[in-house]
């Protein structure tokens, strides 16, 4: 089943402490983003990439880092999270960039205390 | 910076009815996107419009672009109580750049 997957669903915790939420796709797509969503502020791009090893920051991307060493997998990293990271994230992916449908992750819900 | 805006914030209307949901947006496109997403779940791909379409229909969806007002509007026609969602545009700026801008969103909930 083509999908696009994220792991962990739901994540509680403390500042500071280093994570990684994975995002991989079976549908051998080129492009690949993060987005954070909040209440009243819809989806916000965090980064892309458009292709492996090609990485560009969206309007968001304080306090996080990605790579794209292949191009199934899109790691999103907070090396040091803070409260104001609480957030639901969505990671996309397309065939070609954003001028093509995207096609989204099931969100993780990240809480930082 | 946001892009799109969406208007209205809400809407709430009878199964049956139409809803029409609009979008602005501020630079030059090369193609707006609606996306749907059900309560805190992944979004999901409705249309597709390019900047040189003016109007396109899929099913019970029409969307039509004004590149001149820089503005979209989604039209559901004889709307479902499975209607009930949040919808949003996303517009890509021409030139090629690879940031997708999602608007604000419309929440919209059909009684049934």
Not at chain 2, 23 to 41: D, E, F, H, M, P
Request: positive net charge.
């Amino acid at each position: 089943e083509a999908q696009v997957t994220q792991n962990p669903r739901y994540l509680i915790t403390v500042t500071g402490k280093k994570l990684t939420v994975t995002c991989s796709q079976n549908m051998n797509h080129e492009y690949m983003s993060w987005y954070r969503q909040d209440p009243g502020l819809g989806l916000r791009q965090i980064y892309y990439s458009m292709n492996v090893e090609v990485t560009d920051k969206g309007d968001v991307p304080e306090g996080y880092k990605v790579s794209r060493k292949e191009k199934r997998n899109f790691p999103l990293i907070l090396e040091s999270p803070s409260p104001n990271q609480t957030s639901l994230y969505f990671c996309a992916s397309s065939l070609q960039g954003p001028y093509n449908e995207q096609f989204f992750g099931p969100g993780t819900r990240l809480t930082v205390l | 910076s946001q892009q799109g805006e969406e208007d209205p914030q809400a809407l709430s209307i009878q199964e049956g009815e139409n809803a029409t949901m609009n979008c602005s947006y501020k630079t030059s496109i090369n193609n707006l996107q609606w996306y749907r997403q059900n309560s805190g779940r992944g979004l999901v791909h409705l249309i597709l419009i390019r900047s040189n379409e003016r109007e396109k229909h899929s099913g019970r969806l029409r969307v039509t672009l004004d590149t001149s007002k820089k503005s979209s509007s989604l039209l559901i026609t004889a709307s479902r109580a499975a209607d009930t969602a949040s919808y949003f545009c996303a517009t890509d700026a021409r030139g090629n750049t690879g940031k997708l801008i999602f608007g604000q969103g419309t929440t919209l909930q059909v009684k049934p």
